[in-house]
């Protein structure tokens, strides 16, 4: 059996503890629970992001409860999102220098 996670118990952890990734601990994402905490929040872009968000994060989670995934494909998924979000971040910071080293010039 399987506890649904809530999309209001998601945000009332991710407005004051977001930054700390304490509703990523809450949606079973450990990986970005800990990253968010030692960077916190991914310096506030993650957090925000998951503002806007977090109603899609709480579904997936509750999607992949009910479905009775084991912990390892959940990690194993989680991961994969992982890397596609630090590709975009990457993407994103490279967009960022640029700008920045065009209004330099």
Known sequence: MYTERSVWVAYLMAIPFGVLGFHK???RQPVWGCIY??????????WLY???TLPAQVERCNRKLESGDD????????IE???EEIMEL????????SKQMAQQE
């Open 37 to 46: 905490l030692f960077t916190v929040g991914l310096l506030g872009l993650g």
């Open 90 to 97: 990457e993407d994103e910071i490279h967009d960022l220098k």
């Open 25 to 27: 601990f809450y949606l």
């Open 50 to 52: 998951d503002l806007f």
């Open 71 to 78: 912990f390892t494909e959940l990690l194993e998924d989680e």
């Open 81 to 83: 999102e992982l890397e």
